[in-house]
């Protein structure tokens, strides 16, 4: 379980490092292409913070399931799978009726950050207690 925690909080980490390299990205852009700084960063954070619940609820999901009977466990992570897919579509639903306050795409990026998290967590983090094959 402390493992388990220790790889949480560094996907948390890449994913709000992501965020601010994307926020830079965004201030760069800004010379060039005219958009609302504004609804660009909160539109970020939106995504980025929705990101950062979503996988505390994974993280609690699992460690609940792992408690449960093969049927019960299953049956509760459809469950939770479909409950985090509903705040991800909240989220991008006040994205769209709020659009001059959160910039719907960039909700989108912050809520895909997650994923990218995932895929370069094995880039950033390696683990030096693994045989090198």
């Known amino acids: 379980m402390k493992e388990a925690k220790k790889t949480l909080y560094r ?3 890449l994913i ?3 965020t601010i390299v994307v926020i830079v990205a965004g201030m760069v852009a800004r010379m060039f292409l005219t958009f609302s700084l504004l609804a660009y960063v909160l539109g970020l954070l939106l995504g980025s913070g929705m990101s950062t619940v979503l996988m505390l609820h994974r993280f609690s ?3 609940l399931e792992l408690d449960l009977e093969e049927k019960s466990a299953t049956n509760h992570s459809k469950a939770m799978a479909t ?4 705040l991800a579509l909240a989220a ?3 994205a769209f009726r709020f ?3 959160f910039m719907p795409l960039m909700v989108f990026v912050g809520l895909f950050i997650t994923k990218v998290a995932a895929l370069l967590y094995p880039v950033f983090f390696r683990d030096e207690d693994l ?3």
């Open 16 to 18: 709000w490092g992501m």
């Open 131 to 133: 045989p090198v094959q």
């Open 99 to 101: 659009s001059n306050f």
């Open 11 to 13: 996907v948390i980490l």
């Open 61 to 63: 999901s699992i460690d």
């Open 92 to 94: 991008l639903i006040v």
């Open 83 to 86: 409950l985090r897919t509903l």
